[in-house]
């Protein structure tokens, strides 16, 4: 049996470095349906995970591939699917339960141009909104964007992480640009991996409720077969698991599963600050756009234009608190995407006219390219 973590120095692509990260991260089961950009996760993990123990299962479709890890979750395996926009769409349902049942797992969305079919090789950025507010009902989600397959690899992990800690489905959010790049990537021994587990019961098994939150507003987890009775349903259900048709019991459940998440903001949001100290003119950006925006920023500096970056590696929950202080200090905020404008509109709300904010975004196909951003940021800046 090879190990689960392939030490050393390799030259892979995104999604490749993806599905190693999963196998770094304990993940032991996974379900899927292939689908362009992403079937080479699948691809790949098919058939490691049988080498390292695990199951690989390809279901007849992507609401399937959700239920089943789901399923596996509550049996206490790490799971994970992959898809990309049109599979992302079947799984919001099943999504939902995920998030009202508190199931951990990971959904990976190599993005591609929409709508419907659209353009299946080339990428796009332009899920962004439907991963925050895709399935109904309100709730909290936490989204990370890679900008290189090395990061694909640590956030990959980073997703798991924070999927056992605070007991929800995790998003990652690619692109087909990072997913089919090829870089190098460094995978460290496992020994200097920090991994996470769920939350387990302790006590006595005939006084158990699923859904009490414990520490950090989360419910331990018992698995199937624990010996532990546990009720699960998507229905309004109190915190035995039961459900409860009131709209008091509806309030109380929904603030158990958006509080867990809220009240660890600093824990969980990400972001990365390129020159901004003494920054005019600000990027926001992620993803593979956020490389194009790093080039132009130093384009910009080279021209005396005081332009920094900032990255965002955790897109949701947004990091209103980061914007808000970069806006009240800057002279022009700049969000560049694949797509018309779908973080811009946070970035809107949060600078709330504090700093002008404008865009630099095509619905997908091609890359950005740092000479689109460089004329939006000399524009904004008077030059």
Not at 104 to 115: E, I, K, L, S, T
């Amino acid at each position: 049996m090879k190990p689960a973590v392939l030490t050393g120095e390799h030259f892979i692509t995104g999604d490749v470095a993806c599905a190693e990260g999963a196998l770094a991260a304990g993940c032991s089961f996974f379900a899927g349906y292939p689908i362009t950009p992403a079937t080479e996760i699948a691809e790949h993990i098919a058939g490691r995970l049988p080498e390292t123990g695990g199951t690989f299962i390809q279901m007849e479709d992507e609401i399937a591939a959700m239920a089943a890890v789901l399923g596996a979750s509550c049996a206490g395996a790490k799971s994970m699917t992959a898809t990309s926009g049109p599979g992302f769409s079947l799984m919001m349902e099943n999504l939902g339960l995920g998030l009202v049942t508190q199931t951990p797992c990971v959904v990976v969305n190599v993005q591609r141009a929409g709508p419907s079919t659209g353009l299946p090789t080339l990428g796009a950025q332009g899920d962004m909104m439907q991963a925050r507010w895709g399935s109904h009902g309100h709730y909290e989600i936490i989204a990370l964007a890679p900008s290189s397959p090395q990061e694909m690899f640590f956030l990959t992990i980073a997703a798991f992480n924070l999927s056992e800690t605070y007991r929800l489905p995790v998003l990652i959010m690619a692109d087909e640009v990072t997913g089919h790049l090829s870089e190098r990537v460094v995978i460290p021994d496992a020994s200097k991996i920090k991994l996470q587990s769920r939350p387990r019961p302790k006590g006595r098994k005939d006084r158990f409720k699923p859904f009490q939150a414990g520490m950090n507003g989360v419910a331990p987890m018992a698995h199937a077969g624990d010996g532990y009775k546990v009720h699960v349903t998507g229905l309004t259900h109190d915190e035995r698991g039961y459900p409860a048709m009131t709209a008091e019991a509806h309030v109380e459940m929904i603030s158990r599963i958006t509080g867990k998440i809220r009240k660890n903001l600093d824990r969980i949001i990400l972001v990365e600050e390129y020159r901004l100290d003494d920054a005019d003119v600000a990027l926001i950006s992620y993803g593979i756009s956020a490389r194009s925006s790093l080039a132009a920023v130093d384009e910009a500096r080279s021209k005396g234009i005081r332009a920094g970056l900032l990255r965002l590696i955790t897109v949701w929950p947004f990091p209103e608190d980061q914007l808000r202080r970069l806006a009240s200090r800057v002279k022009a905020l700049i969000t560049v995407e694949l797509n018309l404008g779908q973080i811009h509109l946070e970035v809107q709300r949060c600078s709330a006219g504090a700093a002008p904010a404008y865009l630099v975004g095509h619905p997908g196909g091609t890359v950005i390219t740092p000479g689109d951003i460089l004329r939006q940021i000399e524009e904004a800046s008077g030059r």
